[in-house]
């Protein structure tokens, strides 16, 4: 059983394009999410943590949606450095992550 | 400040023998984890700790046992290796249990 669903492409995109991704959790008690990234053979690194006002950061938007328990991210003016996998992640009772299977995007010039 | 270090980052075993995967963090982190990662399937969480001298089953610890003696280091033993133990498997540790920082992964095959 996976509690954590995500689309995983992958998304081929272009430079420059706008690329979003979604993902949907199946706890309702999650309080913290998180959108984690993964280059190839390397280990999963924090991209940024998701609210429920949404934030942004830089080319990056994460927002949450707890009524639908849904996450979302937006890459805006993609960049080659942004292909990866994308983690979307929930808490399990503040002591341990709940990791989806990801998302590949892969950006080309 | 090395952050999450582990070791080794690369093993072959045979059929049933054992071997323990060491995980160290240098940032005086409370909870420390472990997973797999396979093809196909995401990380999955093997054990974790909230604190030295506990630990608790994730989702996937047949097989697998764990200590935490100290509260830099967390150690991930193979008792009898089998094949369906080939993965990376991934160390992590954080504050909290929110961020989580992970190290650079130890590659396995069991033959």
């Known amino acids: 059983r996976k509690e954590v669903e995500q689309d995983p492409g992958p998304f081929n995109v272009p430079e420059g394009a706008t690329v979003a991704f979604n993902c949907t959790y199946s706890n309702s008690a999650s309080q913290s999410f998180f959108w984690y990234r993964q280059d190839c053979r390397k280990e999963p690194k924090l991209l940024m943590s998701v609210y429920s006002s949404g934030n942004e950061d830089g080319r990056f938007t994460a927002q949450l949606n707890r009524a639908s328990q849904y996450i979302s991210l937006l890459i805006r003016d993609s960049k080659l450095s942004d292909s990866a996998t994308y983690l979307c992640v929930r808490d399990q009772a503040g002591t341990a992550l709940i990791f989806g299977k990801g998302t590949t995007l892969s950006v080309s010039s | 400040n090395a952050g999450v270090t582990q070791t080794p980052k690369f093993r072959v075993l045979k059929t049933g023998q054992s071997m323990t995967l060491l995980c160290a963090q240098d940032?005086?982190?409370?909870?420390m984890y472990w997973y797999r990662q396979d093809p196909g399937m995401g990380l999955r969480l093997i054990h974790y700790?909230?604190?030295?001298?506990?630990?608790a089953k994730g989702e996937v610890p047949d097989g697998y046992n764990v200590s935490r003696l100290k509260k830099q280091n967390f150690l991930l033993g193979l008792e009898s290796a089998a094949p369906s133990q080939t993965s990376v498997y991934f160390c992590a540790s954080s504050s909290q249990g929110n961020e989580q920082f992970f190290g650079p992964g130890t590659r396995l095959t069991v033959l």
């Open positions: 700790s909230v604190g030295e001298g506990t630990t």
């Open positions: 940032m005086n982190h409370e909870y």
